[in-house]
């Protein structure tokens, strides 16, 4: 069983920067694909961006692609997005999300991630 936490959410003003942070518990997180996904009142939650934990690549929504940057730290289990140039369409709840790795990377659907995060809100005003 996996535990994951987040933190780093806050409220900050557009163009402003963010870092998350999800902080893993319960597993060898090498054979695993970590992900972010964020939910805004009224919409369905949305893939963000994804890392493969062994070799660190990554993939991110188009949205945030060039803004955001996903990142790992092995010796931390922990799994961080550094959010920058905010706007405000990017207040949601962020949650982080983990799947044990079986071939054909990315993972950008909720239904590929079997343990999740809380959620941690990030809001951000014009």
């Known amino acids: 069983q996996a535990q994951l936490v987040e933190s780093g959410g806050g409220a900050v003003q557009a163009g402003e920067s963010l870092t998350l942070s999800c902080a893993a518990s319960?597993?060898?997180?090498?054979?695993?694909?970590m992900g972010w996904f964020r939910q805004s009142p009224g919409k369905e939650r949305e893939f963000v961006a994804t890392i493969r934990w062994s070799t660190g690549s990554t993939y991110y929504a188009d949205s945030v692609k060039g803004r955001f940057t996903i990142s790992r730290d092995n010796a931390k289990k922990t799994m961080y997005l550094q959010m920058n140039s905010l706007k405000p369409e990017d207040t949601a709840v962020y949650y982080c999300?983990?799947?044990?790795?079986?071939?054909?990377?990315?993972?950008?659907?909720?239904?590929?991630?079997?343990?999740w995060g809380q959620g941690t809100q990030v809001t951000v005003s014009s």
């Open positions: 319960g597993r060898t997180f090498s054979s695993y694909v």
């Open positions: 999300a983990a799947a044990y790795y079986n071939g054909n990377f990315p993972y950008s659907r909720e239904r590929q991630y079997d343990y």
